[in-house]
């Protein structure tokens, strides 16, 4: 709407013939509406945001409802991440790896998590292999288990559950349209 009126103004301003006014000052008008039009735009923002704000305040609640339903899920993710990082703990214990990778029991969580979603997986799983070839039996079962199992696991309930909600709501959309056209 704002860009239209600036077209419309600009046009007046450049294909006007009668115009009395120079190019200098018509281009520089010009200037002045298209600054005017994005100060005005920016202030229009937070606005768009109201309008949405029901659209954002269903699909957290629908995110929150999800949420809710995979603690089972979750707390088997965790649970078997804080398995993991106590056997690294016993598994590594005094070798230099321990004092690198798994020095306490969180700071072996945040590593494993770090090795679940790949952003380091060469950097730990190489050093310690290069110590102890067997360890590596240890990293191969943490990935295959967290990272192909329980991580896949979790998405599809997501996705499940997003897809059944969405379509709860749509029967109820419809519901209500058809009982207004009776």
């Not at 103004?9 to 009668?18: A, D, G, H, M, Q």
């Not at 598994?91 to 004092?99: G, P, Q, Y």
């Not at 945040?110 to 952003?119: E, G, R, V």
């Amino acid at each position: 709407m704002v860009t239209l009126i600036l077209f419309k103004l600009c046009k007046r301003l450049f294909v006007n013939p009668n115009s009395t006014r120079s190019l200098k000052e018509r281009t520089d008008i010009a200037d002045i509406y298209l600054k005017l039009s994005f100060q005005v735009t920016y202030f229009l923002r937070p606005l768009f945001f109201l309008f949405y704000t029901k659209a954002i305040w269903n699909t957290l609640s629908l995110y929150a409802k999800i949420l809710y339903r995979s603690k089972e899920i979750l707390s088997l993710l965790f649970g078997n991440l804080l398995l993991f990082a106590l056997l690294a703990r016993v598994i590594f214990h005094d070798t230099a790896e321990e004092k690198n990778w798994f020095p306490n029991v969180a700071e072996s969580m945040y590593q494993l998590i770090l090795l679940q979603t790949n952003a380091n997986f060469p950097d730990v799983m190489l050093d310690v292999y290069q110590e102890n070839k067997t360890s590596f039996f240890f990293f191969l079962l943490f990935i295959i288990i967290q990272s192909l199992i329980l991580v896949n696991l979790l998405v599809a309930f997501f996705y499940y559950h997003y897809n059944r909600e969405i379509e709860t709501t749509k029967a109820q959309i419809m519901r209500q349209e058809t009982s207004r056209s009776y």
